[in-house]
T-cell receptor, first 115, second 114 residues
Framework: AQTVTQSQPEMSVQEAETVTLSCTYDTSENNYYLFWYKQPPSRQMILVIRQEAYKQQNATENRFSVNFQKAAKSFSLKISDSQLGDTAMYFCAFMNHNAGNMLTFGGGTRLMVKP | KAGVTQTPRYLIKTRGQQVTLSCSPISGHRSVSWYQQTPGQGLQFLFEYFSETQRNKGNFPGRFSGRQFSNSRSEMNVSTLELGDSALYLC?????????????FGPGTRLLVL
């Protein structure tokens, strides 16, 4: 079974600054996918970014980028130029390629962006 | 394309009752997954349906069941409700033909059991 750990229950950052959210996972699989989802107060889960384990290049989406360290089983999310709208819960999630589309989630990090 | 829709959005039930939640996936998506979100247990996978067949199942009691129809719409049912079933139930869809597909979530159904 896979486990996903987010060690920072809460974080805060000033508007326009950069913040990094941590995520580690444990798996014996070699072919898998990692995701970051955002859940604002509306509770709608929104995909932020995804990473295929077989790709060495770190994924980026505008202000969001990841640092994927496969050997260390680490998958951190960096948010640059933080905006007030980034305030949300952020969930790291793991998907095994051979197990359908089942996501295993971490416990989440509550991010507050301060003006 | 319209996103994933879930009905109802809010529901209040009493212990011992049963409840049915509905999920309509994004047009063309054939995989539907269900998750339970609670403050204590976080986000937990319930089950996944693909082409009307349950493809994966999480570690939940048999009181939790689901099904999928030929148009890919899915329902989940919880029988003999317990207080601990109070949660946000999220549905997600994906095209479904292969593993590793991004899941797109609906707005959720908030269930309160009294």
């Amino acid at each position: 079974a896979q486990t996903v750990t987010q060690s920072q229950p809460e974080m805060s950052v000033q508007e326009a600054e950069t913040v990094t959210l941590s995520c580690t996972y444990d798996t014996s699989e070699n072919n898998y996918y990692l995701f970051w989802y955002k859940q604002p107060p509306s509770r709608q889960m929104i995909l932020v970014i995804r990473q295929e384990a077989y790709k060495q290049q770190n994924a980026t989406e505008n202000r969001f980028s990841v640092n994927f360290q496969k050997a260390a089983k680490s998958f951190s999310l960096k948010i640059s130029d933080s905006q007030l709208g980034d305030t949300a819960m952020y969930f790291c999630a793991f998907m095994n390629h051979n197990a359908g589309n089942m996501l295993t989630f971490g416990g989440g990090t509550r991010l507050m962006v301060k003006p | 394309k319209a996103g994933v829709t879930q009905t109802p959005r809010y529901l209040i039930k009493t212990r011992g009752q049963q409840v049915t939640l509905s999920c309509s996936p994004i047009s063309g998506h054939r995989s539907v997954s269900w998750y339970q979100q609670t403050p204590g247990q976080g986000l937990q996978f319930l089950f996944e349906y693909f082409s009307e067949t349950q493809r994966n199942k999480g570690n939940f009691p048999g009181r939790f069941s689901g099904r999928q129809f030929s148009n890919s719409r899915s329902e989940m049912n919880v029988s003999t409700l317990e207080l601990g079933d109070s949660a946000l139930y999220l549905c997600a869809s994906s095209p479904g033909s292969a593993g590793g597909e991004t899941q797109y979530f609906g707005p959720g159904t908030r269930l309160l059991v009294l």
